[in-house]
Structures are given as C-alpha cells and as structure tokens.
Nanobody, 122 residues
Framework: QVQVVESGGGLVQAGDSLRLSCEAS????????MAWFRQAPGKEREFVGSITWSGSMARYADSVKDRFTISSDYARSTVYLQMNRLESEDTAVYYC???????????????WGQGTLVTVSS
C-alpha cells in the first residue's frame, strides 16, 4: 500500500511564497497519479492540482493555476507544490493524495496524507 506524507506548511504573509512537499512510499508508488487538495475553514475540500511521476499532465484548479506549480521528483519519490503570491484565501489544510486512476486522482483519490496547515496572514 502506498503512503504519502506532506510537509512544509506554516504561517506566511500575503504575497509570500511557500513550497509543500509530499513524499510517497510503498510498492509501485510510481503507478499512482498524484494530486493536491485543500480544505479551508468551513468549506468543502477542493482540488488544487495533479501530476504524473514523469512530470507530465499537470492540471490546476482555476483559482491557483497562475500562482501554483506542481512538480515531481521520481528519484526522491516526492511531489512538490510551489505556491507563489499567496493570498489570505489560500489559508487551508493542504492534503497530498494519490490514485491509480487519473480522473479519480482529481476527484476522489483513495490515498490521503494527514495534511499540512498553511496560514496566510493579510
């Protein structure tokens, strides 16, 4: 079974940048499509972006596509979420997720991390 663990959250100011990491472990982790989701206080969890281990097929939510970048490092079994020009609306718990199916990775992945909190002060 694949497991994912996020790191890198913290408190930043509006306009700052932050990079989250997601390390995957377990057999055949490279067979999974990777994704980031977030859940803001009082809101539903939402899709942020997804990527393959080859670094292709990156997809983003409209709310972040001009500011966030997802990348993957197969040698380190780690996926990154680079967040630039952060806004107070980006405050949320960010989750790394994985699925064997691409569409499922973007909607209802079967594997989730524990989440990492990002707080953006205005």
């Amino acid at each position: 079974q694949v497991q994912v663990v996020e790191s890198g959250g913290g408190l930043v100011q509006a306009g700052d940048s932050l990079r989250l990491s997601c390390e995957a472990s377990g057999r055949a982790f490279n067979a999974y499509f990777m994704a980031w989701f977030r859940q803001a206080p009082g809101k539903e969890r939402e899709f942020v972006g997804s990527i393959t281990w080859s670094g292709s097929m990156a997809r983003y939510a409209d709310s972040v596509k001009d500011r966030f970048t997802i990348s993957s490092d197969y040698a380190r079994s780690t996926v990154y979420l680079q967040m630039n020009r952060l806004e107070s609306e980006d405050t949320a718990v960010y989750y790394c997720a994985a699925s064997r199916a691409l569409l499922k990775a973007r909607t209802d992945p079967e594997i989730w991390g524990q989440g990492t909190l990002v707080t953006v002060s205005s």
